[in-house]
């Protein structure tokens, strides 16, 4: 088994102000494994939560697992022995979509094929960032004019308080009155237990679809106080990373995102998406700062997924990649062997 990793500068088209910052761009790490003549790739995007910063940090960690010997383990394996090694999330999650884009390579199938699941019919959303309410004006037609785009994504949460996120997403309303689009709103944690209780009421009064992570990572037992009498399903985000964390919070949400840069690829992914139904939850998936690489990964398991936020490369300035597809409002996977990402030179 050959391994090679590369890293290339993402760089945002529209920068991205979320309740803990601004993110204008990410170093993401790319790793291939080729084995048999058959070559299959991953990609990383780094984050704190997600175990590695850096791209140096997970490309030092993974070389240090594949040396311990994975060439006859299968992919399940892989991901356990790495999992119990401290193998950072977000450089695991490269690997295993790797080793899924070699397998089904190797079957002569698309991804979404060998794993036994349908095309997605369900539209992404697209993500609006934390801005004033000027910008706001500005910023929408960009994002729905001509593009397909059925479902938008605001990010609330602001540092300067429920003001200003009433004010900014006032003008979201006004804004899309003449498209046919869904609002959804991510708090990203930005809100303590009375802000997300009046938020919550607030913004189901304007018709909002659901409010995902309202309160932040580290009091989710908090969330039986927005949970009872609750005006919109509230989804977990940062709060749920792996499929384990489905039961400490299932009696009080209403439904998990999943990230494949969070549980480590699309391995431990279909273990959250069983286990949230076991539990009665709906699910969703989401990105991080993913080119076409990891996101036709994620396309490859969005058909039996309840909500979908894959729209990172959408914002991309330029994407390296090329992949899945915005048809209609719906991330669409191609039909070439594996998740039918490639780069573009």
Same mark, same amino acid.
């Given at each position: ?6 890293? *290339? /500068? ?17 170093? =993401?790490? !790319? ?34 697992? %594949?040396?311990?010997?994975? =060439? ?6 892989? $991901? ?13 999650? &490269? ?16 991804? /979404? ?25 500005? *910023? ?32 979201? @309303? ?6 046919? @689009?869904?609002? *959804? ?7 303590? @237990?009375? #802000? ?24 989710? #037992?908090?969330?039986?106080?927005? /949970? ?6 509230? !989804? ?17 949400? #209403? ?16 273990? %959250?998406?069983?286990?949230? *139904? ?16 990891? %996101?036709? &990964? ?8 309840? $909500?979908? #936020? ?13 992949? &899945? ?21």
């Amino acid at each position: 088994m050959q391994v090679h990793v590369e890293s *290339r /500068y993402l760089k945002k088209r529209f920068p991205l102000r979320i309740s803990r910052g601004l993110i204008e761009g990410s170093d =993401n790490l !790319f790793l291939s494994i080729t084995k048999d003549g058959v070559t299959g790739w991953g990609e990383m995007s780094p984050g704190k939560s997600e175990g590695a910063t850096t791209v140096e940090e997970a490309e030092q960690s993974l070389q240090t697992f %594949i040396k311990t010997g994975i =060439n006859d383990l299968d992919i399940h394996e892989v $991901y356990e022995k790495a999992s119990i090694q401290g193998v950072p999330m977000c450089a695991l999650a &490269a690997l295993d979509i790797a080793l899924w884009d070699h397998k089904a390579k190797m079957a002569k199938m698309p991804l /979404y094929q060998l794993l036994g699941l349908p095309k997605a019919t369900v539209p992404t959303s697209v993500t609006l960032g934390i801005m004033p309410a000027a910008t706001v004006t500005e *910023r929408i037609p960009l994002l729905l004019n001509g593009t397909g785009v059925k479902s938008l994504k605001v990010k609330l949460g602001s540092t300067e308080g429920i003001e200003a996120d009433e004010k900014m997403f006032a003008q979201v @309303v006004e804004e899309t009155k003449t498209y046919d @689009v869904n609002l *959804r709103v991510d708090a990203n944690g930005g809100w303590d @237990v009375n #802000d997300a209780i009046h938020m919550m009421k607030w913004l189901a009064d304007r018709g909002v679809d659901y409010v995902e992570q309202p309160l932040k990572f580290g009091q989710e #037992d908090d969330l039986v106080h927005l /949970y009872k009498n609750r005006p919109l399903p509230i !989804f977990v985000d940062e709060s749920c990373r792996l499929s384990t964390d489905i039961p400490k919070w299932a009696a009080h949400v #209403d439904g998990v995102n999943l990230k494949l840069m969070k549980c480590g690829g699309i391995t431990e992914a279909l273990r %959250i998406i069983s286990t949230a *139904r076991a539990f009665g939850l709906k699910t969703m998936i989401g990105c991080m700062g993913e080119s076409s690489m990891s %996101i036709s &990964a994620g396309v490859a398991i969005s058909g039996i997924i309840d $909500y979908i #936020d894959l729209d990172s490369q959408l914002n991309l300035d330029p994407d390296p990649c090329t992949g &899945a597809t915005l048809q209609d409002g719906i991330m669409v996977p191609n039909d070439l062997p594996g998740h039918g990402a490639s780069f573009k030179n």
